[in-house]
Structures are given as C-alpha cells and as structure tokens.
C-alpha cells in the first residue's frame, strides 16, 4: 500500500508547494441509487460548519438505480458558489464513468478512485489516491449488502484527511444527518473513520488543496429552492394544492406536505386548515386550482415544462375569468424523456402569454434561496390581488440544487386577500357588477361563493362578460373588457418585485439575468473586472412584466447582455419588443446545455458581444 | 328580487297573501335563473325546470349553492336556473376538477355540476372518473342526449351501438355507460333518468343533493335538433317508449318529520346521511339498489338489450365525502383567517434552526 500515492511528474510535493485554501471544487461520480447522498451531504455540512461557504450540485440521470450521477460541492472563502465545470478534486467511485471522468481533469488535479480501477489512473499529471476501498469496507461492514451504500462514507473520511477537515467535524455532521437513527450514526462513524485513518497514514504527498476554518456561513441555511419554496408557501398561508408528480417539483410539494400536516392543524379539533389532492395529470390540478381559487382558497400548482403545457386553456381561463392562481414552474429541459432532470430556462417565453387569446401573465422570478421563500407567499397575495395567474418561475438548479442563503426574514406582511366584498360590504355599497373597473386600476372586486346576499351572486365564463357578468357578444362590451385587462397589467407592473440593479459610472456593458444564473453572473463581473479590465453593470430582472427601472438600464449602457438559460433568448425577445428603441443594443449570452450555468461561459460569452460591437470578434 | 333569508321563517311571519313561499320564504321564481337560450323543446330545459323545483321545493337557500359546468348546450344551462347562486361555466371536459376544488375550498355549500355526455363521456372522462373515485361532494348531472349539440350534432360517447347518427353515420364504437363507470369507481350515489320523466328528476335531484359525497345523475336528455330522429335511442319517442322505471320513488326531506307506512315486502327506505328518507317500491323488476353487483348486471343487461331502465340504481353511505375523508376544519378554507393560516414565530424558527 505504499504506492497508494503518485504524486505528478514534477513533484508538487516541494518545499516551494502551497495548498489553495478555501477554494476547491470536488466532484463526486457514483451510480445512481448507490446511496452516495447522505454521505455528500455529510462532506458539506462539515464544510458548511467549518464557517467556509459552499453550495452543491447534484447532477442526475432520469433513472432511479445505475446510471451515473455526479455531486459537485464547491467550497470558496470568497462566497463564489456558482456551478464550476473545472474540478479540482474527482472523486471517481462509477467505473463505468471513471476513464470520462479522468480524462476530463486538467493538470494538478487530485483524484480519488478505488484501488481496484487504479489502471484506469493512467495519467502521470495528476495527484492520485488509490484507496482500497474494497478492503476498508469489508473490514467496517460485515453486512455485504450494505457495503455499497458505506463504502461512500469512506470516500469522505479519506477527503477529510487529504483536506484537512477534522475528523470531529464529521462526526458532528453525521450525527446531524442521523439526528434519530443512531446505529446509522455509529455504523457511518466507524466507516468514515477507517477512511480517515487510512489517509493519515497513506497519504502522505501534499495535498493541492486545503479547508481551513472561517467564520463566513455563521446563522446561514443550506437549503434547497423547493424546501424554501414549500415554506413559502406553509407561511403565505396557501390552503390548497393539487398536484401531478413530476421532477423537479415533485419535492416542492412533498415538502409542503410534510409542513401541513405539522404545522396546519386546528390546535383544538387536529382538522387540517388545507387540503392537498394528488390529481390526475396537470389539466385537472391547474383546474382544481381555478375551482378553489374561485371558491376563495390560496390555491396553487407546482409542476415543470410538461404541465405547463397542459395547463394551457386553464391559464387563460384564469386570465379572462379573473380567476387567482399560482403556478410554480420548476424548469427543466423538456419535452418527454432524455434530459428531464437538467436545469433549463426555457419555459419563461411561454409561460408570459401561455393560451390562447390576448393572454399575458404575471411572472416572479427568484434567483436565490431567499426569494424562493419570498415569492411564494408574494405570489399568493398577488394572484388575490390582481385576480389572475401568477406564476412563479424556478427551475432545477434552484429547486433541487444545495444553495447556501442568508436567513429567512419570518412574515411579517399580513396575508392580502385583495377586493373581496363581504355580505357587509354589498349592503354599504349597494350595488355590485362583478367586472367594472370601480377603482381605476383595472382590477375589479369579487364577492365568494357562499356570501349571504341577494347581489353577491355573478356567474363566470371565460369571454362574452359585461361589467355585471351577464352574457354578451357585444364588442364593445368585450372590447371593453379587454381593455380593462390591460390595465390590470400594468396595475401588475408597479405592483411586481423590483429589479435589482447594480449601476456602474464607468461600466459600458450592462448585463440583464434572472433566476438561477445569478450566482454565475455576479462571479462572471468579478472575473470581467479583475482578468479583463471590463467594467459591467448588472440587472436581475425579478418578476415581468418588467418596470420603468429596467428600461432606464437599457438606455444607460450602450452594450446589454442578456444572460439567458434558454437557446432563443426569450426574455431579450421580451426586452425588444417592450423597448423597441433599444432592440439593437439588446445582445444575450446563452446557455442552454443542460448543465446549471457557470461563470466562466458567461464571462467568455459576454466579453465575445463586446468583441462583436467593437468589430474584433 | 326577494331579500335572502339565513334561517327558515316560523309561520307567523309568512305573509298570508302574495307568491306561495317555501320554508325559507322565498318564491319558485326566485331559483330561476336567465331566460334560456336553447333550442325549443331541448331536453335540457326541462332538466332545468326541474332543478328549480327540486331546490325551491327544499327550501335551499340559493347563497349556499354553487353551480359549475363544462362547455355544451347542457353546461350552458348553469345560468338559466338559480340566479342568486355563484356559477361558474368552465371549461369542455373539466367541470370535475373545478367543481373538486370548489368543494374543497368551501366545504359547507352544495355543489350541482352539469355536464354534457360530451363534456363527460369523452373529453372530460378521465376527470369525471376520478372525481367520482375521490368521492367530492358534488352532484353531478350528465344531460345526456347521445350527441354533440353545441358543435352541432356530432356523436357523442355515449351513442349506442348500431344507432344512426342525423349525418347518417352509423355508431360502430361501444358507448361509455357513465353510471356503470360511476359505480365501478365505488360512487355511493348513482341514478339514470329521463329529462321529461320531471316527478322522477326532481326526487332523483332532492335525494342526490341530500347525500353527502359524489351523486351521479346520467339523465336522458334529448336533443330536439340533431339527435330526435327514428334510429336514435336518445330521442324524446324512444326514451317515452322504452323508459322502464325501476321503482316508484318519493323522497321525504330531513325536516318534514312523516312516519311513513308501506309495505316492506314491496318497498324499501333508504335512509339518508342528514336523516332525509328515500322510499322506493318495487315495480315490474325487482331491484335492490344496495346491491353494487345488481347494479352492474342490470347496466349490462340494458346495455346488450337496449333497454332504458330509469332509477336509483345503487346507493351506499359507505365511503366518506373527500372533504370528510380529508379531514378539512368545519369553516371553509376559503374564509379562514390568518391566525388559522400562518404558523407562529416559534414555529419559523424552529424550522429555519433544522436548515442551520
Ligand atoms: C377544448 C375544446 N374542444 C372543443 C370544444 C368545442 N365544443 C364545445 S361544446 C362541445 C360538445 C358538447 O357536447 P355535450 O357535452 O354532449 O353537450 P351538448 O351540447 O350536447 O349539451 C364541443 C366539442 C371546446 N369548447 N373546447
Ligand atoms: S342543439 Fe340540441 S342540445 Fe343544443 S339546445 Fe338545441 S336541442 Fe338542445
């Protein structure tokens, strides 16, 4: 075992060798369903409680047992959490991907494989640790059938050891993970603790990289955007949920599930204050929404691409009907099968107009943990507010993705249940007429079924409505009324969150994202300045319609890069059409591979527009 | 319009002189709803008729009443009765999942769903299934007239083999049978009748608004205009011809307290969830509307046979309405107030510490 090490031709291991601290990306390659979760998880949390700040991705197949997945935890001081393509450290425990795996290393890297594929370490530029993972696993787990599962606790040990991390640290992370399973506990222990032995011994070349303890995530969460989201939603108040599965925001709602059954129940009678139906596709879910939203509930779906689609008659019913409902939109690449479980932004185009007639739709967008918990109480105030559908546009680099987040500010808004008239009110007011505009603004007021009055009563249907709801063909009633609805949208435009902008006196770039590919963009303006001298100004767009702020950002900077996860560009699409004067300046820097987007394309892809307008490229 | 009343009036109040009034002092007129649109003489509007019977003769109060329907002539008919009612005419197929939700979110109302065989039988089947398999508490009524009436006399689902469609097309497909299906997913109320048997409707509609969970009402309904030809067994000749009452029924609400007499050899009472009453006796066919298996053999006898048997098929109390099986507040979801919606400040942090 006194080979277990090779250190790189050169001989990194020199006196003149300093490890980087507190900035390294390790990817984990394991089969699908091996059980390597609990175990990655375990390596973050000790990270996260060393006081570095780290976030993770999960890279995933559409398979439940087999095909290779890939966690990929990034630890950087600086707070650079973004997805990273270049790793630092591989952690090669999948055969069937180890040869890809190893391949795809630069120079310098650390490589972690099993002993027993050590031919497929062929390269002499890397830091490699053969482990015998065979051996260690046998020894700690008598149990052959679950060696496949502890063998990945081993891993971590070993990492522990190579990084630097102390073995208390891990201890402490798996008793957190096995809060009420202590044989899991002890049963990991020991095995995390036979890795971490054997590396004290064996690997004796310097490490390339080393953790260091800071104090940089103290009161912080690690938290994923659909158990953010699900919180959201158990504080915003939401009564109703229906549901079809579908990756990725199947978890959502599993998560809000568990809150309900928790946290909603009368104190006295233990009745719920919800209730949850698991439909029977996304049509009628987003059709059980509108009938709880009309009835008065806090209804809302959860649901990505696919569903989107089939909710396309429902959306524009709730427009026309004037029916609240929120729909969150977990994105992925879509349709049928092959990448359902990659990130995407693809669906925000469609999702603006989605049905049939002059629809157009109030978008939230959250790019971090925070608004995840935000937006969807937002969402539900705003959905009664405005009376329509709201959607919420995550996706599953939010959703199901590891992100490190400042702490939630608890609710402090009261719940806003918009112009709804009560029994009371229709006798102070007299008369009632379901769709007039009564307060200039476009939004008219409803009463609920179930109110105590002769005038509560209107009946809903999609289009042919006067202001009293009865039936008509006329045009100009209809015309009327759509007008009406358009006034509601940009009522819906001050009311929206606000975008974030960073603006920059000496910048001649400006660049525009949403969502997910914050983290990627901010760390993208970082490089631009420090490696290319190329100042930027940002804009996170947070909801569409988009306001008055946006556009004074489009006239400020000559040069708008649009960073987009989406092949087309949908929202520089957006963007031109709102500002048709500023459609020229209006360059986007897409990504759409299916990976969580990182700052390196974006930077490459940003500095290649200024290439295009300077004539260079 | 008459001002709602939220408790029944004591006989001292009711004026003695003017509109004859039910127990809640309001007139049959007030359960109308707008002037009908459809065709003269369509099944529909009888069906209609009835509905405003059945609920003015209950005493129901119109506010507590929440009428939702898909897309068709049938589904149109949501606004021609109960005017002082919230109505919502949804989408084509989709009334199951409105009228779900609907439910949910206001337990405490009745919800009446019409429907098309359209609407039910092809594009909205899937929902209606699962509806009925959830067991919402929903009256549900197919105006069945074997035809697309709305997009002019296309067939339907539930047209029977070998009949002749008006464009001369022949039905070669096998129909749906939606009180068959409705049983088969274990609904506790499940009826079929014929839109001009109006006694039958209207005790069919007050039994089925008195049980608590998903009723089902396939009513033959016929379409005057694309579906009342020789060869159609959904016309207004055929259903008077061919319609075979299982029973006598009569229904006898919760607050009127009649001991009834009958004979137990030929009828049988059937004792509903509010404690109204269904009296059936036996006709021509003997037929126990307890029995599940019965039930499905009769449908399939009817079916090979074309024979148009009308009743209350099957009835159980057995399954709980979904509002019950979910265990919902007694106060609706809709009308909950924050302090019953958002957990505490203790509980925020007790969660956010399991993220830290
Ligand atoms: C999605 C959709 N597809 C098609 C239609 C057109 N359409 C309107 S009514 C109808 C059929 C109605 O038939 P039925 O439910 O039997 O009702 P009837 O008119 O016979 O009472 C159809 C196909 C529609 N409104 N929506
Ligand atoms: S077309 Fe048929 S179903 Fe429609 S209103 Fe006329 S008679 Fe009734």
């Known amino acids: 075992m006194s080979q277990a090490v090779a250190e790189p031709e050169g001989g990194l291991a020199g006196a003149a060798f300093l490890p980087r601290v507190n900035d390294i990306t390790i990817r984990i390659a394991t089969p699908n369903g091996s059980g390597s979760q609990s175990a990655n998880l375990i390596l973050m949390r000790s990270i996260f409680a060393m006081g570095i700040p780290v976030g993770a991705k999960n890279l995933f197949p559409s398979n439940i047992q087999g095909m290779p997945t890939w966690f990929i935890i990034r630890a950087n001081e600086d707070g650079w959490l973004a997805y990273r393509d270049h790793t630092d450290l591989m952690v090669a425990m999948n055969p069937q991907t180890a040869a890809e795996d190893i391949a795809g290393l630069s120079a310098g890297s650390m490589l972690v494989i099993n002993e027993a594929q050590r031919t497929l370490a062929n390269r002499d530029d890397l830091i490699v640790f053969c482990v015998p993972f065979n051996a260690l696993v046998a020894e700690v787990c008598p149990d052959t059938r679950l060696r496949k599962m502890v063998v990945n606790i081993i891993y971590v040990g070993v990492l522990a050891s190579i990084l630097g991390i102390a073995f208390e640290e891990i201890e402490r992370a798996i008793d957190w993970q096995f809060a009420k399973k202590a044989k899991a506990a002890e049963l990991n222990k020991t095995a995390a603790r036979a890795g971490f032995d054997w590396a004290q011994e064996h690997c004796l070349v310097r490490s390339a990289h080393r953790l260091e303890r800071r104090n940089k995530t103290h009161g912080d969460l690690v938290i994923e955007g659909n158990e953010a989201m699900a919180l959201g939603m158990l504080f915003g108040g939401a009564t109703f949920l229906a549901w079809y599965p579908i990756t990725p925001s199947s978890s959502l709602c599993e998560n809000l599930i568990k809150y309900l059954d928790k946290y909603r129940r009368d104190p006295e009678t233990n009745q719920a204050t919800y209730a949850v139906i698991q439909a029977e596709d996304e049509l009628a879910s987003m059709g059980m929404v509108l009938g709880a939203g009309w009835a008065g509930a806090r209804a809302f779906t959860a649901t990505s691409g696919p569903g989107i689609s089939l909710m396309a008659e429902m959306a524009g019913l709730s427009y026309f009907a004037e029916v609240p409902a929120v729909v969150v939109d977990v994105q ?19 999702a603006y107009t989605l049905s049939h007639g002059d629809c157009k739709h109030v978008l939230l967008i959250p790019g971090n943990m925070k608004e995840c918990f935000e937006f969807a109480q937002e969402a539900l105030d705003l959905a009664e507010q405005l009376q329509t559908l709201v959607f919420i546009m995550s996706d599953l680099d939010l959703g199901m993705n590891k992100w490190m987040s400042e702490p939630f500010a608890p ?207 | 319009m008459t001002t709602m009343l939220t408790s029944p009036v004591t006989a001292a109040e009711v004026p003695a002189k003017g509109p004859k009034t039910n127990r809640i002092g309001l007139t049959q007129k007030d359960y109308q709803g707008a002037e009908s649109t459809l065709c003269a003489g369509c099944g529909h509007d009888a069906i209609t008729s009835s509905i405003v019977k059945a609920f003015y003769e209950l005493g129901v109060d119109p506010h507590q009443v929440a009428k939702l329907s898909g897309i068709g002539c049938s589904s149109k008919t949501t606004n021609y009765f109960l005017g002082q009612s919230h109505g919502f005419n949804s989408l084509h197929g989709r009334m199951a999942t409105i009228a779900t939700g609907s439910s949910l979110a206001n337990r ?30 929903v009256v549900y009524i197919i105006e069945n007239n074997g035809c697309y009436g709305l997009t002019k006399g296309q067939a339907s689902a539930t047209a029977d083999r070998g009949t002749r469609m008006k464009s001369g097309v022949t039905i070669q497909d096998a129909p749906v049978d939606l009180c068959t299906m409705a049983i088969k997913m274990g609904c506790g109320f499940v009826a079929r009748s014929f839109s001009g048997d109006t006694q039958q409707v209207r005790t069919l509609l007050k039994a089925a608004i008195a049980h608590r969970g998903a009723a089902v009402l396939d009513i033959v309904s016929p379409c005057v205009t694309f579906n009342n030809h020789e060869g159609s067994t959904k016309s207004v000749a055929y259903a008077r011809s061919h319609e075979e009452p299982l029973h006598e029924m009569d229904f006898i609400p919760h607050f009127e307290n009649i001991s009834v007499e009958y004979d137990e050899g030929t009828t049988t009472v059937v004792t509903m969830h509010d404690g109204s009453r269904i009296t059936l006796t036996k006709l021509a066919h003997d037929h126990d509307a307890h029995d599940r298996i019965q039930a499905l053999t009769l449908l399939d006898e009817a079916r090979e046979k074309n024979l148009f048997y009308t009743g209350l098929l099957y009835y159980s109390r057995e399954r709980d309405a979904l509002d019950d099986r979910l265990d919902l507040v007694d106060e609706p979801l809709a009308t909950l107030p924050q302090s019953k919606l958002r957990p505490s400040l203790d509980v925020f942090h007790q969660i956010m510490q399991g993220f830290q």
Not at chain 1, 337 to 348: A, E, F, W, Y
Not at chain 1, 596 to 616: M, Y
Request: proline share 6%; aromatic share 6%; charged share 25%.
């Open chain 2, 108 to 137: 405490n109302l009745i919800h009446i769903g019409i429907s098309g065989d359209g609407d039910t039988a092809s594009i909205g089947l899937g929902h209606f299934a699962h509806m009925v398999r959830r067991n919402a508490h």
């Open chain 1, 332 to 350: 992925r690449m879509g349709p049928s099968t092959g990448l359902p479980t990659r990130t995407s932004q693809g669906d925000v185009g469609k």
């Open chain 1, 411 to 617: 609710p402090t808004k009261p719940i806003a249940r918009g112009k709804v008239v009560s029994a009371e009110g229709l006798s102070r007011n007299g008369e009632f007429a379901r769709y007039r505009d009564v307060d200039g603004d476009g939004i008219p007021y409803r009463t609920l079924p179930g109110t105590q009055h002769p005038n509560a009563a209107y009946f809903t249907r999609g289009t042919g409505h006067t202001e009293k709801a009865t039936y008509s063909e006329k045009p100009e009633d209809w015309e009327r009324n759509i007008d009406r609805l358009a006034r509601k949208f940009e009522s819906a435009r001050a009311m929206v969150p606000a975008p974030v902008v960073e603006n920059d006196a000496s910048a001649q770039v400006g660049i525009i994202a949403y969502g997910s590919s914050d983290p990627a963009v901010q760390e993208a303006r970082h490089t631009l300045a420090r490696e290319h001298g190329v100042a930027t100004a940002y804009l996170r767009v947070r909801a569409l319609p988009v306001n008055g702020e946006v556009k004074a950002f489009c006239e400020r900077y000559p040069l708008v890069c649009v960073v987009e996860q989406n092949r087309d560009g949908q929202v520089a699409s957006i963007l031109r059409s709102e500002y048709p004067e500023f459609a020229t300046r209006i360059k986007t820097a897409l990504h759409y591979n299916g990976l969580p987007i990182d700052a390196e394309s974006v930077a490459r892809k940003v500095l290649h527009r200024i290439a295009e307008e300077k004539g260079t490229a």
